[in-house]
T-cell receptor, first 111, second 116 residues
Framework: QKEVEQNSGPLSVPEGAIASLNCTYS??????FFWYRQYSGKSPELIMF????GDKEDGRFTAQLNKASQYVSLLIRDSQPSDSATYLC???????????FGKGTMLLVSP | DAEITQSPRHKITETGRQVTLACHQT?????MFWYRQDLGHGLRLIHY???????NKGEVSDGYSVSRSNTEDLPLTLESAASSQTSVYFC???????????????FGPGTRLTVL
């Protein structure tokens, strides 16, 4: 099993819809989880981090963490064409001080 | 404003040449990282440093080296460039976390390296 897995997509949603991006990780002891957004040809930028079970909301973005099931998700409400990008999930796997990234999910929001 | 810069932004070199990519941050962060990003592989960690004189190997460190002589800079050297090292390279930095797991990383703009 890969350490951090994401569906590569593309995930296509119409403008105004909710986009749901998922990430699973291999290590039950992992502590903290990050979602980065990367526009084509640009560097990753942090959207949200979460380290407690449950939901964390920031504007149109909600991160959801379920440590028992070892998944973290990112919901984007009222999706906009400007949200079209690749979304990277990153995890602090237990025993490591570095981040391990998934391969990313491409999101396409159509007007 | 604090920032992290990389140079050059684009580089074309030949197989066998030594290449150094520069990374400079003004965040005063202790932690610095080098990643490469390739289609189908995502971001992979090459080397990282938690402070001056500290360097550590990541998952794809073969053929690369780093040195940390001050807080601001972590240059990445390709000892003898190979075509397999054609990639986009990102430098990142993060603050000291005192052992906590939260460590937001800030990324530089990237360097696109082509090895012919």
């Amino acid at each position: 099993q890969k350490e951090v897995e994401q569906n590569s997509g593309p995930l296509s949603v119409p403008e105004g819809a909710i986009a749901s991006l998922n990430c699973t990780y291999s290590d039950r002891g992992s502590q903290s989880f990050f979602w980065y957004r990367q526009y084509s040809g640009k560097s990753p930028e942090l959207i949200m981090f979460i380290y407690s079970n449950g939901d964390k909301e920031d504007g149109r973005f909600t991160a959801q963490l379920n440590k028992a099931s070892q998944y973290v998700s990112l919901l984007i409400r009222d999706s906009q064409p400007s949200d079209s990008a690749t979304y990277l999930c990153a995890v602090n796997l237990s025993g490591r001080s570095t981040l391990t990234f998934g391969k990313g999910t491409m999101l396409l929001v159509s007007p | 404003d604090a920032e992290i810069t990389q140079s050059p932004r684009h580089k074309i070199t030949e197989t066998g040449r030594q290449v150094t990519l520069a990374c400079h941050q003004t965040w005063n962060h202790n932690n610095m990282f080098w990643y490469r990003q390739d289609l189908g592989h995502g971001l992979r960690l090459i080397h990282y440093s938690y402070g001056v004189q500290d360097t550590n190997k990541g998952e794809v460190s073969d053929g690369y080296s780093v040195s940390r002589s001050n807080t601001e800079d972590l240059p990445l050297t390709l000892e003898s460039a190979a075509s397999s090292q054609t990639s986009v390279y990102f430098c990142a930095s993060s603050a000291e976390t005192g052992g906590l797991s939260y460590n937001e990383q800030f990324f530089g703009p990237g360097t696109r390296l082509t090895v012919l």
